[in-house]
């Protein structure tokens, strides 16, 4: 491990992605001056609105959304649950959808108008399209302290804009001559705010001559103050799953840290429609779909249940229980609709259950609990009261544990884990391990919308901002990717390029931002001689660059001595391609932890 120094950080086009780029200059002190006599105070967002978005189907000529007569359809809304006035939460921000009727007013088109909002937190979340092509503005954010600062919000456009980053697709846009088959996209944008000052207004972009940036929704999102999460896992992609239909999924997670409270989040990520659950527990696993003790329900807003909408989440409201550190819990939730597709983590190399009919959730007999599943639906967050904050590990399958030991918790994250609990060097951190198996850095396996057999995900670019920035309590990202980027052809300028983009992009949000090197797979089918000198490159770039704060090198704990392209025998899986668990816990025991330590 080599320390790098912190760097200044600035944001770039990202490699081959019409992406979404956002970055706030640092708050300086300036004095309070007069509003000028023709632009009134700030207003709340929704007495701004300027534009009709959204038309009745019969009646698709009351809205012009795009100057041109195309709408959103109101229909296709309240179909993947975004009615009027419905809160939304994305990414950690929670966020309302206009309470406006059909062919009303719903959205303001950005000319540096000055919103009234109040909060504190780590980000700006703008729910946002462009009309005519990306659009793009700087505004400006203004504190209670009299301080401000500046943002860079850019809106990709509401119908050519990149599927992989947005909140939610449509599967039709009105026009006067009729509704057309093509999808319409919303996005959910955030941008960093000076963490700990109360913000006061938000002056929307400006760009005159350039595209209409619309603003549906704004609102700041709040720290998640006195949480740490304890596990996750990234949403890989959207698949067939069940049909499940009045049945009980129960899946079991392993926990990093633990804590006296506990709370879930469950993602609808990537859906086209909203999700029932009828109910949810928390226990601690005895053996297999068996709890020790009874499992505890958890609410939501006060309610058993709960609906996430189309590309929203829910969190639980706290619940006193407490939570182990290194320790099988038991999460289950009741689905009493018919679900036939869902958003998955596809290698959770972990057994999970799937009851008979009936809410099961509450049960602490595994007897209903009649098949078994391999994938962890819908859940991607678990947290725990208290703690120092989380290290976020974006990773490919190395990461996600894949040719590990099955139900043996034996992936590197899990046994970092285990080594921040047993030491008093630096805090004991929660571990999340956001690795998808076949995941890339600068291209998308999964291409973000519709239901689909690949579960690569969407790029590490693409998904930085859910997996990462909105991570419970995220104090530090560790990047361990590229090896698939280079076995499918990417040059190391392209993968070094997107490596760079992400920690310009985190170190912009306060993070501290760790790399490691790219293991040796020669051996395996794709890992070709070509495919190794772009991936030495890449490594060459890691060691001797300054764009992170620490790299570790992983390639040198794995690699053969005797043949530096390939990997020690005594830590191969037997595909070349992937460590066995050797192999994964010597990735975690190299680990300097105070690398880590912000």
Not at 36 to 62: I, K
Not at 211 to 232: C, E, I, M, N, Y
Request: aromatic fraction near 6%.
């Amino acid at each position: 491990m080599r320390p790098r120094s912190p760097r200044t950080s600035r944001i770039s086009r990202i490699w081959g992605a019409a992406a979404v780029l956002a970055v706030l200059t640092a708050a300086v002190p300036v004095a309070t001056a007069q509003a000028a006599p023709h632009r009134p105070g700030p207003l709340p967002l929704e007495r701004l609105f300027d534009n009709r978005a959204v038309s009745d189907d019969a009646r698709p000529a009351d809205a012009d959304f795009d100057g041109s007569g195309g709408s959103l359809s109101a229909r296709d809304l309240t179909a993947a649950g975004w009615t009027p006035g419905r809160s939304l939460a994305v990414d950690g921000a929670k966020l309302t959808w206009p309470r406006a009727r059909a062919g009303r007013p719903d959205n303001v088109r950005a000319d540096g108008q000055s919103v009234r909002l109040r909060g504190r937190g780590d980000a700006l979340a703008f729910l946002v399209a462009g009309t005519g092509g990306e659009a793009s503005g700087t505004g400006t954010v203004r504190y209670r302290d009299g301080s401000r600062g500046t943002y860079r919000l850019t809106a990709p456009d509401w119908r050519s804009g990149p599927l992989a980053t947005k909140a939610v697709a449509l599967p039709h846009v009105n026009t006067p001559g009729g509704q057309l088959a093509e999808k319409a996209r919303l996005y959910v944008v955030t941008v960093p705010v000076a963490r700990g000052r109360e913000v006061a207004s938000v002056t929307l972009p400006k760009d005159p001559g350039a595209p209409d940036l619309h603003v549906f929704s704004l609102s700041v999102r709040q720290a998640a103050k006195g949480w740490t999460g304890t596990w996750s896992a990234s949403t890989a992609g959207y698949t067939t799953v069940g049909p499940w239909a009045d049945r009980t999924v129960r899946l079991v997670v392993h926990t990093s840290t633990g804590g006296p409270r506990v709370r879930i989040r469950l993602d609808n990520t990537f859906a086209s429609g909203p999700v029932r659950i009828g109910g949810a527990t928390v226990a601690v696993q005895e053996s297999g779909a068996g709890a020790r003790g009874e499992p505890r329900r958890l609410t939501f807003g006060g309610k058993g249940g709960t609906e996430v909408p189309a590309g929203a989440q829910a969190f639980s409201d706290p619940l006193d229980f407490d939570v182990p550190v290194d320790t099988n819990l038991l999460v289950s939730f009741h689905l009493p609709e018919t679900v036939l597709t869902a958003p998955v983590h596809s290698q959770a190399i972990q057994t999970s259950y799937v009851s008979g009919p009936g809410d099961h959730a509450a049960d602490g007999s595994p007897a209903a609990y009649t098949s078994t599943i391999s994938t962890w639906p819908l859940l991607t967050g678990v947290d725990v009261s208290g703690g120092p904050g989380s290290v976020v590990l974006l990773g490919d399958s190395i990461t996600d544990g894949v040719k590990s030991t099955r139900d043996a918790n034996h992936r590197w994250p899990n046994v970092l884990a285990t080594r921040l609990l047993r030491q008093d060097e630096v805090p004991r951190f929660g571990v999340l391990n956001q690795g998808i198996s076949a995941n890339r850095v600068i291209a998308d396996r999964y291409p973000g919308d519709g239901v689909s057999t690949d579960t690569g995900g969407v790029s590490a670019l693409h998904r930085l901002d859910r997996d990462v920035f909105a991570q419970t309590s995220a104090r530090t990202v560790v990047l361990f990717e590229g090896v698939n980027d280079v076995r499918w052809g990417a040059t190391a300028d392209q993968v070094t390029a997107g490596m760079r983009e992400i920690a310009e992009r985190a170190h912009a949000r306060g993070l501290r931002v760790v790399a490691a090197t790219i293991a040796p797979c020669r051996g395996e089918a794709l890992c070709t001689a070509a495919a190794d000198a772009e991936r030495v490159k890449i490594n060459d770039y890691l060691r001797g660059g300054d764009d992170f704060d620490a790299v570790l090198d992983f390639d040198a704990v794995l690699r053969d001595p005797a043949n530096p392209s390939r990997m020690l025998p005594a830590y191969d899986s037997g595909d070349h391609l992937h460590p066995g668990d050797a192999g994964l816990a010597a990735i975690a025991e190299s680990v300097d932890l105070e690398a880590l330590e912000p």
